[in-house]
C-alpha cells in the first residue's frame, strides 16, 4: 500500500513539474507588429528630394535648425552660412532709416558653388525674424550692400550681405532664413540660422 501511494504522489508531482514549464515544446515568441519596409532611395540621382536625402543619404549633417557661423550643404553641392549679424549706427540720409523704436542690420551670407554648372545667385534669398517674440524685419537700403546677384561659377566661394530693419520690441536675437527658389517644388530646404545682432 505504501508503495501505491508513493507512486501516485511521484506522479502527480511530475504533472505539477510539466504544467509549470508549460507542456511540451516551447512556443516562438509572436510580434503584432510587421518590421517597417525601409524605403529604397537613390541617393545618386538629381530627383531626389531634400527630405529624402536628409532622412536616407545624409550622415547627420544635414539638419536645417543651425546657428550663425554654422554651414548648410544641399545634396547638389551648394553650401551656404549666415556668417555674421551686425549693427549699424552710422546711417546716412540717403539710407533706409530706421524710426526710433527700430534698429537696422546687415546680415553676411557665404556661398559656395559646388556644382559643375554656374550658380544664378538671384535664386538665393533671405529673410529675418525675431527670435524671442516673433516679428518680420522689411528689407533695408544701406551702404555697403551687396545683393545676392548674378552667376557664381563652379567650386567659387563669395560672401554677400543685405540689410534689414526690425522693430526694437522684437529683441536682438534673429533667425534669418535662406531659401533657394527651385523649379521642381521642395526640391531644397530652407536652412535657419539663428543669431544675435551686435
Known sequence: MRIRIAA????????????????????????SKAPAATASVDC???TVTQQDWID??????SKTDLTV?????????VAASVTRLELLT???????????????FRVL???KNGEQVPLDLGKITLLAEGATTGGAASMGIFRGADDLTGQLAPGVTVTKNAGFILDKKYGMKVVITVQR????????????FTGTVR
Not at 56 to 61: D, Q, R
Open 90 to 104: 552710422a546711417i546716412g540720409s540717403e539710407e533706409s532709416r530706421p524710426t526710433a523704436d527700430q534698429y537696422g
Open 44 to 46: 545618386t540621382s538629381q
Open 181 to 192: 527658389g527651385s523649379d521642381q517644388l521642395g526640391e531644397f530646404a530652407f536652412p535657419k
Open 8 to 31: 501516485v504522489v511521484a506522479g502527480a508531482a511530475s504533472m505539477v513539474l510539466l504544467a509549470a514549464c508549460g507542456g511540451g515544446t516551447p512556443h516562438a515568441p509572436t510580434s
Open 109 to 111: 551670407v557665404t556661398v
Open 56 to 61: 536616407h543619404c545624409a550622415k547627420g549633417a
Open 69 to 77: 557661423g554654422e554651414t548648410f550643404a544641399w545634396q547638389d553641392g
